[in-house]
């Protein structure tokens, strides 16, 4: 399923102002040798995903301090309902955790991914 929206000039302006946690994910997943594909900024319907991966419908998102705030939990909550609606799990990691422990994120995501993505092949 292509989940691709409207926003591509958003994703594209995005991908250029992309966080430090951002960065050291995207340096992470990109050069993988488990043979997962990970998109960066990529459109879904009204949404920006931080990091996409199409054969495991995994969306993966760095939380920073603006997530904690006002009504950003209320906005993520349907987001992610949303996001499973159309089958996509959604992983979320606070930004200090991308830092502080980026094996271990970069770990249990590729765990996830590989087994959603072996559960979409059969």
């Not at 929206?5 to 992470?28: C, K, N």
């Not at 969306?59 to 089958?87: C, F, N």
Request: proline share 6%; with cysteine.
């Amino acid at each position: 399923m292509r989940l691709e929206g409207p926003h591509r000039d958003i994703a594209r302006r995005l991908r250029s102002e992309m966080t430090p946690p951002e960065i050291a994910l995207w340096q992470a997943l990109r050069r993988n040798d488990v043979g997962l594909r990970f998109r960066r900024q990529y459109p879904a319907g009204q949404y920006v995903l931080d990091f996409y991966c199409a054969p495991a419908k995994l969306a993966i998102e760095v939380d920073g301090e603006a997530h904690l705030r006002g009504d950003r939990p209320d906005q993520d909550a349907v987001r992610d309902a949303w996001l499973k609606s159309r089958g996509v799990a959604v992983l979320r990691y606070p930004a200090r955790e991308v830092l502080d422990n980026i094996d271990g994120v970069v770990r249990q995501i590729f765990a996830v991914a590989l087994e959603r993505r072996e559960r979409f092949r059969s």
